[in-house]
């Protein structure tokens, strides 16, 4: 699967800046400090980690974002490695149906994670930061568990959109807190740790600006009823469920949605009757909970544009910790239930059935060409509106180029032989 993954990478990605990579790159461009890349916000979310990251990789490759997408796959990886730990120390020993962890995560289907605008801050990055997440709720030492929690979920918070895991963690440490082997010393701990996840929350606010991403947001939508099938259709993306068929479909997609929060709430009534003792049902609600409140943002924000926003690829990666939660659950009880028993090879099956290729390597194609045309185009006319019209799509929005600088922004990558500037190994020979 990694390597499948990294073909498509290597035979789709271009060196060309591409539509938001202008905007949350601009800090880069900049020169801003350490901090102010940290902080930097785009859309609803911080760039965080993944600006540091780019802050190193962009001058070592020349602004070569084929290396950004690359990184991206990278984590995916990490995140797949992480994910497998997770349920070593879950479910104990890996055995085969856990081939369902590579299969989930290291899935060609988000093109556009690759393809498009690569932001290690919306997707890649941020998943593979909420497994080391889940990974912490799995910690025996109550201080070390905390300790662990606090950290990553300040990355999580200031790192793309698990921000959302931000509003889980001070019940889930207050839950740890409850614990009936908990002492009054550990208990303090847990009281830091809430507090110190609260104080995160209030940095992330600090300086926010709160805008809606859509020009047709309104809030309650006007038909309210449609944010449960466009939840579900965020949620179902990844095991293929398309919004093309609308009529079909919307039963499929409401049945989803319901289903996942019959499957939270019986995960949280688990947790609240171990008192936050078992490390099953805190990282299946930590999982779970955070893709249930992303594809519910994703409806309350988006659902003015139609259902066929729920099925961009690009948030797929946000549905994978909470398929990787339905699949914990299901390893678990496999031990003692047989329904779950028959369920891990239907798992696996539909697993490996999601990865038609066709969808995923058509989308990746149109914008590689377009984006190859593009950049063929200014390298020979330097006139951003001629690209635009010849290569049969912007590479930014139109209208609003002035506003991002863009003519400014390539003399500047120009001016040093970055990005669609450099020049290949053989020119550079000869």
Not at 350 to 376: H, L, M, N, T
Not at 387 to 414: I, M
């Amino acid at each position: 699967m990694a390597a499948r993954l990294a073909v498509f990478v290597n035979r789709y990605a271009v060196n060309l800046l591409y539509w938001d990579q202008w905007d949350f790159l601009q800090g880069l461009f900049d020169g801003a400090d350490a901090w102010t890349l940290f902080r930097w916000q785009h859309g609803a979310q911080r760039q965080g980690l993944s600006n540091l990251i780019s802050a190193i990789t962009y001058p070592a490759t020349g602004w070569n974002t084929r290396a950004d997408a690359a990184a991206a796959a990278v984590m995916m990886l990490l995140a797949t490695l992480a994910a497998l730990w997770l349920v070593k120390r879950v479910c104990g020993r890996l055995r085969p149906w856990d081939a369902v962890v590579p299969l989930l995560f290291l899935t060609i289907t988000n093109a556009e994670t690759y393809a498009v605008a690569p932001n290690l801050a919306h997707g890649p990055l941020s998943i593979l930061l909420l497994t080391i997440y889940a990974l912490a709720l799995t910690i025996p030492s109550h201080a070390m568990r905390c300790g662990a929690l606090v950290v990553s979920n300040f990355l999580c918070v200031n790192t793309g959109y698990t921000l959302l895991i931000g509003g889980l963690t001070p019940v889930l440490l207050l839950a740890c807190a409850s614990g009936p082997r908990v002492t009054s010393r550990e208990r303090a701990i847990y009281a830091a740790g809430i507090a110190a996840s609260l104080a995160t929350l209030a940095l992330f606010l600090h300086g926010f600006v709160a805008h809606p991403a859509t020009d047709c947001f309104h809030f309650p939508h006007e038909r309210p009823w449609e944010y449960l099938p466009f939840t579900g259709f965020v949620m179902g993306r990844p095991l293929g469920l398309y919004a093309t068929d609308v009529t079909r479909n919307l039963f499929v997609a409401s049945g989803i949605a319901l289903g996942a929060t019959g499957f939270l709430a019986y995960a949280a009534i688990r947790l609240l009757r171990t008192r936050g003792d078992a490390a099953l049902w805190a990282v299946t609600c930590a999982l779970g909970g955070f893709g249930f409140l992303f594809a519910s943002t994703s409806a309350v924000g988006r659902v003015c544009l139609g259902y066929d926003q729920a099925i961009v690829t690009r948030y797929i990666p946000y549905m994978l910790p909470s398929l990787l939660a339905v699949y914990l659950v299901v390893r678990t009880k496999a031990e003692t239930s047989h329904l779950a028993r028959v369920l891990l090879p239907v798992f696996v099956v539909v697993c490996i059935a999601k990865e038609r290729p066709q969808g995923a390597v058509a989308e990746a194609q149109v914008y590689s060409q377009f984006k190859e045309r593009w950049r063929a185009c200014y390298l020979t006319s330097h006139d951003v509106d001629i690209c635009n019209s010849e290569s049969g799509h912007a590479v930014y929005p139109e209208g609003r180029a002035e506003a991002t600088h863009l003519q400014q922004k390539l003399d500047w990558l120009e001016a040093r032989g970055y990005n669609l500037f450099q020049k290949s190994a053989a020119q550079v020979s000869h």
